[in-house]
């Protein structure tokens, strides 16, 4: 049926573009005809329309997942804009336009819903969703699906078993960053041929690429004097904490360059003023940290400098890809000191979870689990609890599917409130019979506060036996009909435990080693990008090998390395011996408060400003001696710590 439509004229139709960009045609013909497809094209070469397109030529509904609220407004703001039926649910919205959207989408009056992968976590919206006829699941940012990826999350990997139960027939992943593995990674997860993947290359002659090897302490004067050669040109200035952007910015302001800060810790409000002067030409400079960029899609960026190095070769291809997307020619300057090298692979060394950790979570699942097989838990408490970071926790909680120690079951709102908003003389007259009998029966076994009631299901049981979906379908109808105002919160996953094939003191040991193994990568994975901006051959041949880019074969002649500039990253400073540092008083805040839960590795991470849930408890970052060795090396802190704690006791 799909193969009738010709998607040129639908291109112009629904667009008014007259061709394709390389590699469009391929993918979206591929989809039209009913296939499963992968496009790997470079940022800014067209990848949103392949699935845009493709939308608008399939009958039903197609469910977009992206890991970005700015990436979902900028498409959103387009597909209006050209008349197309696009919308997203997202945090920022109030119940009464979730329940507004949700009902158009009902009605089948859209064809583009954007969600964030989270979404699909909430219980009501996989029930309002597994209702809806969708003829294609869209994957943004793809490569996170993969732990070889550079930006590995763990509910990707839940994708290919909600596209199995909703029962959709299609997939588009899209990505401009992945290397071969992979890319093989994603294509096994969501069963696509070979012949559905499409690379384009990475290869963008308009990007002039350059690494300056170059001392921490002349990075901002050789700065200020480049961008002086450039007065009046747009640009953003890359780095990586937050309190460097803020410091840099006010540098070079001081300097007459007019340069502003942005990163995740400004108010959301300020955060999107930024972006709007950015967009508009009266912020000409942002220096930000990577929280900008995705989604941004200004054509003129004229050069994008790192001042720190990127955390990997992935993120450095994705953050010049926003350079130059007119076509005109755009410059991106690397100022590799070795400095923040350390940061860098600090920050590796902080999502590690501690074997003892990974203990205390089996051992909770299997006390609690030995009534009915089952466990509850909800992420941000457990975190804090057994100290593992949350984004480590998930991934632990995916080892352990894998593993299959636990089944996902549900998850639900530990909590469903409401306030009464119709009169009971008013349900009367729009219920009857057995479902005015059920309403006032989840009213009547609710607990009631002064205004709130609190669904009680348990209670409610025991006057009506009903499925909880028909309870939750009710409230959802309530709410939408002005007869209840509904609130949820505090959502909680519910496993099935089962039988530990290992102990669990070995399963700990061996889920250790698996994040070992992972934090091994992550290093690896900085040497490789010291090793590629160090290196004696062409930047862009580099890059093109890195990404199994099919077309570059000969060195560009256009960057530094090509004009005879190699790098080499200055010598580090030296810094003062850990022997003299006095380690009673720099680890005293720490100790106190941690109490029997120190240990050699939270000191350490705590000397380096390495933040875990129980510093945040404890109120540790607050205190004077946290970060105070963090331009120490990791391992040599932990080694030192090692050997103070030795010798206390």
Same mark, same amino acid.
């Given at each position: ?51 845009? $397109? ?21 498409? $959103? ?7 197309? =039926? ?87 992943? $899209? ?85 502003? !800060? ?197 209670? $409610? ?88 880019? =099919? ?21 580090? =400073? ?50 004077? !001696? ?24």
């Amino acid at each position: 049926m799909h193969n009738r439509v010709n998607i040129e004229q639908a291109l112009f139709t629904y667009f008014g573009f007259n061709a394709f960009r390389e590699g469009q045609k391929e993918v979206i013909q591929a989809v039209v005809d009913g296939n499963s497809a992968a496009a790997i094209f470079p940022t800014g070469s067209g990848k949103s329309l392949c699935y845009q $397109l493709s939308a608008m030529c399939l009958p039903h509904l197609t469910l977009v997942v992206s890991p970005l609220l700015a990436l979902m407004q900028d498409q $959103l703001a387009f597909l209006n804009a050209k008349g197309i =039926p696009a919308v997203s649910i997202d945090s920022t919205q109030s119940k009464e336009q979730v329940a507004k959207i949700m009902a158009e989408v009902q009605r089948q009056n859209i064809k583009i819903l954007m969600i964030s992968v989270e979404r699909l976590n909430n219980e009501r919206f996989r029930q309002f969703i597994s209702k809806v006829a969708i003829s294609l699941l869209v994957v943004d940012e793809a490569h996170c699906i993969s732990e070889w990826g550079h930006n590995f999350r763990p509910d990707y990997l839940k994708l290919p078993q909600y596209r199995q139960s909703l029962r959709i027939p299609q997939t588009l992943l $899209l990505t401009a960053t992945a290397t071969e593995k992979v890319v093989a990674d994603m294509g096994n997860k969501f069963g696509i041929a070979l012949e559905n993947i499409f690379l384009t290359g990475t290869y963008r002659s308009n990007l002039i690429l350059s690494v300056k090897g170059i001392a921490a302490c002349e990075k901002l004067n050789y700065l200020h004097l480049w961008l002086s050669l450039r007065d009046g040109q747009s640009g953003i200035v890359y780095v990586t904490l937050q309190h460097t952007a803020e410091q840099l910015a006010r540098q070079l302001n001081a300097k007459g360059v007019n340069a502003v !800060a942005y990163h995740a810790g400004l108010d959301s409000a300020v955060r999107e003023q930024i972006q709007s002067d950015f967009m508009s030409g009266h912020a000409p400079i942002i220096v930000a940290t990577i929280a900008f960029g995705m989604g941004v899609d200004k054509s003129n960026i004229r050069f994008v400098v790192h001042y720190d190095l990127p955390k990997s070769i992935e993120n450095y291809a994705q953050e010049i890809g926003r350079a130059g997307r007119d076509g005109q020619t755009a410059e991106c300057l690397v100022l590799a000191s070795g400095e923040n090298l350390t940061t860098l692979e600090n920050f590796v060394y902080g999502d590690t979870p501690e074997q003892s950790a990974i203990m205390a979570l089996l051992n909770e699942m299997q006390q609690t689990s030995l009534v009915n097989g089952q466990w509850e838990m909800m992420l941000n408490r457990l975190s804090t609890r057994i100290n593992i970071r949350p984004l480590s926790l998930k991934t632990l909680l995916v080892y352990l599917e894998i593993e299959g120690v636990i089944s996902p079951l549900y998850s639900y709102f530990a909590e469903y409130k409401y306030k009464l908003v119709a009169t009971s003389i008013q349900l009367e007259a729009s219920f009857k019979g057995e479902r005015l009998a059920f309403v006032n029966a989840i009213i009547n076994t609710s607990k009631q506060a002064k205004l709130w009631y609190t669904l009680d299901l348990e209670a $409610l049981q025991k006057v009506y036996a009903c499925e909880r979906d028909r309870v939750l379908t009710a409230l959802d109808y309530m709410d939408n009909k002005g007869m209840i105002e509904l609130q949820t919160k505090q959502m909680t996953q519910v496993y099935q435990v089962n039988a530990f094939d290992l102990a669990p003191d070995v399963l700990a040991a061996r889920l250790y080693d698996k994040f070992q193994l992972k934090e091994q990568n992550e290093v690896a994975r900085i040497h490789e990008l010291v090793a590629f901006f160090c290196g004696e051959r062409c930047l862009n041949l580099q890059l093109a090998e890195y990404f199994s880019d =099919p077309h570059l074969h000969q060195a560009c002649q256009h960057c530094s390395v090509c004009h005879g500039e190699i790098a080499q990253l200055p010598s580090l =400073p030296d810094l003062p011996n850990l022997q003299g540092y006095d380690f009673n008083t720099l680890t005293f805040d720490a100790r106190t408060r941690l109490a029997e839960q120190s240990s050699a590795v939270l000191l350490s991470r705590y000397l380096c400003g390495l933040t875990t849930p129980i510093f945040t408890k404890h109120k540790l970052k607050s205190t004077s !001696a946290f970060a105070s060795l963090e331009k120490y090396p990791f391992s040599q802190v932990l080694n030192w710590v090692n050997s103070e704690l030795m010798g206390i006791s």
